[in-house]
């Protein structure tokens, strides 16, 4: 549990906690910025992976060591191998300038996003949150617990979802003979 | 409030949620290909999945409900990841082209 304290020195030890904090976002957002501004799609791989490790840092400051080692072995481990293991198998033919934008990818899109970061953030700090009083820990094995009792019946079901995509994927995406 | 305080403020994680979020929304508008979309939209997942942990960790009284919460976030978006992969594999069988603007068999 990291100790509450509202103005640390630099020096002290949750000081250099916060400065590791504050590189730690600026990862993330670094992340962020090359998904959603590169114009080739292999950077923007590279920036989703510098990401998800962002996020998996913030996870840690939140107190969950399980999901954050979830994050990486899910996210960069899996989902980005995909993404990079599909970007090679559809080969895009890098254009060295796209011609063809859309209008909302310019400024409205811009705009858009500005806009839709702004109001959430003023949703999120015009109100003041109640904190609750805690019933349990949060370790790693009351998630075990909670898994296997309380959300047993979702467990089974997100399980099922994952087969039945993976197998879709397998059939949508097989060469058919006739077509080869 | 010093910004070395930072990680003990539930605001800090709100806002970055909601800037990981207009990245990702920015992003599926902007990109030129499937694949950067589905980057994107993985961006939009776990701008969401920050906020639910965010409040696990500040606000929650039981403490695993939002852990739990980002585990099934994973999930999904890992079986979202496998469709949309095989669908653009798919795409590309077809048009030759991972581009958005290529696939426009359906335009009137």
Known sequence: MIPLDTAPSIFSVNGVVGVVFLINIGVTLAGGVAVAFSKKVINAVAGLIVCFVGVAGLYFFLNSIFVSMMQILIYVGAVAITISF????????????????????????????ILLCISFSALSVGYTWQPLERINDGSMKSIGVELLTNYSMV????????????????????TRREDA | MSILGLYNQLDCFLILGAVLFALGVYGVLAQQSFIGMLIASELILVGAAVNF???NRFLAPDPVTGQVFALFIMAVAAAEAAIGLSIIIAIYRHYHSI??????????
């Open chain 2, 53 to 55: 942990m965010a409040f």
């Open chain 1, 86 to 113: 599909a970007v090679m198998l559809a080969a895009p033919e890098e254009k060295l300038e796209s011609t063809r934008r859309g209008v909302i990818a310019g400024p409205p899109g811009i705009i858009s996003a």
């Open chain 1, 155 to 174: 467990f089974e079901l997100i399980s099922i979802v994952l087969l039945i995509a993976i197998l879709g994927a397998l059939v949508i995406a097989r």
């Open chain 2, 99 to 108: 581009d958005a603007e290529d696939a426009v068999q359906l335009k009137g």
